[in-house]
């Protein structure tokens, strides 16, 4: 016999502790983006999503800031290694478009919408450059290994010099929005990384 008032109770939910909680708490940030933008991201709207305590999410991630990173990290690793064209003007023109496409997606809403936030007094500017590091760059050493490869005659680029195409691409997204058209990729690519990741004698 049915105990009254307990015929229509969900089960708990099984606890969840480490790589899966985060995995569910990273997975809810990722659909709220996607389904409602970065002004909808909240922690009560989050912790709900993925069935987890505030609590838990402020331990791993104290700021909207950090959500977004995090998730963003995540949408970029899932990603596989930069499609080989057979040319370095086709691999960095490849992987720039599919770095563009992605910021049709939760990955522009949480770039825009982190970046806006990074810059507000509580944040402070150096925020931003926490933010954007680590984003968009970590292909180019596997694009200009393969050119090596290839016998193609590359220069071995500063960090610095290593992130402007991705810094291009981003400052054009937060002004312009997406999607992103192939004559900026292609202004990107030809003015600007092939002068810089080429050797003069090449």
Request: aromatic letters at 4%.
């Amino acid at each position: 016999m049915t105990t009254p008032g307990r015929e229509h109770r969900l089960p708990p939910r099984p606890r969840r502790r480490g790589a899966a909680l985060e995995d569910a708490i990273l997975d809810a940030v990722i659909e709220i983006l996607d389904e409602s933008g970065y002004g909808e991201l909240t922690f009560e709207a989050v912790a709900q999503r993925a069935g987890a305590g505030k609590a838990s999410i402020y331990r791993r991630w104290p700021t909207r800031v950090d959500l977004a990173r995090a998730a963003a990290q995540r949408l970029l690793g899932e990603e596989a290694a930069p499609p080989d064209t057979g040319s370095l003007r086709g691999d960095l023109r490849a992987w720039i478009r599919l770095t563009a496409d992605l910021l049709t997606g939760p990955l522009g809403e949480a770039l825009r919408g982190a970046s806006a936030e990074a810059l507000t007094p509580t944040h402070g500017g150096g925020r931003l450059s926490s933010l954007s590091s680590g984003w968009f760059g970590p292909n180019i050493d596997v694009i200009l290994d393969r050119a090596r490869q290839r016998g193609e005659s590359v220069v071995q680029p500063s960090a610095l010099v290593r992130s402007t195409p991705a810094t291009l691409l981003r400052f054009h997204f937060l002004t312009h929005g997406a999607p992103i058209d192939d004559e900026i990729i292609d202004g990107i690519v030809d003015e600007v990384a092939l002068p810089l990741f080429t050797s003069p004698r090449a």
